[in-house]
């Protein structure tokens, strides 16, 4: 079961990393993370590693508990407003997948 967990916390900060590299290229013309998308990416990864319902839960949107800070709730959900509809031009096959298990745990 711990493999799973970590499997899940590996993936989930691998297409956060994606999002947020999106987010900053488009928006702040960076090849490379800007200290402030650095900043979010860290705090979010340490939200991740310790998140005690990473078993049970698929995203941290599907979440009943809100473990983030307002200011990094309010960059987060920019973040994911912003890059979610592209990562289908991007990253087709990440995208269509997270859509999978997003609608597969809203019906099960």
Not at 79 to 95: E, Q
Request: proline share 3%; hydrophobic share 30%.
């Amino acid at each position: 079961m711990r493999k799973d967990v970590d499997k899940k916390r590996k993936e989930e900060k691998a297409i956060l990393f994606l999002m947020i590299c999106l987010y900053c290229r488009k928006k702040h013309a960076q090849k490379e993370l800007c200290k402030e998308c650095a900043e979010l990416y860290e705090y979010a990864c340490k939200r991740i590693e310790v998140c005690p319902f990473m078993e049970t839960k698929t995203f941290c949107s599907s979440c009943k508990v809100h473990c983030y800070q307002k200011k990094y709730r309010a960059q987060i959900q920019t973040v994911m407003r912003f890059s979610g509809p592209r990562m289908l031009l991007y990253h087709p096959i990440k995208a269509l997948r997270h859509l999978y298990y997003e609608k597969k745990e809203k019906y099960l």
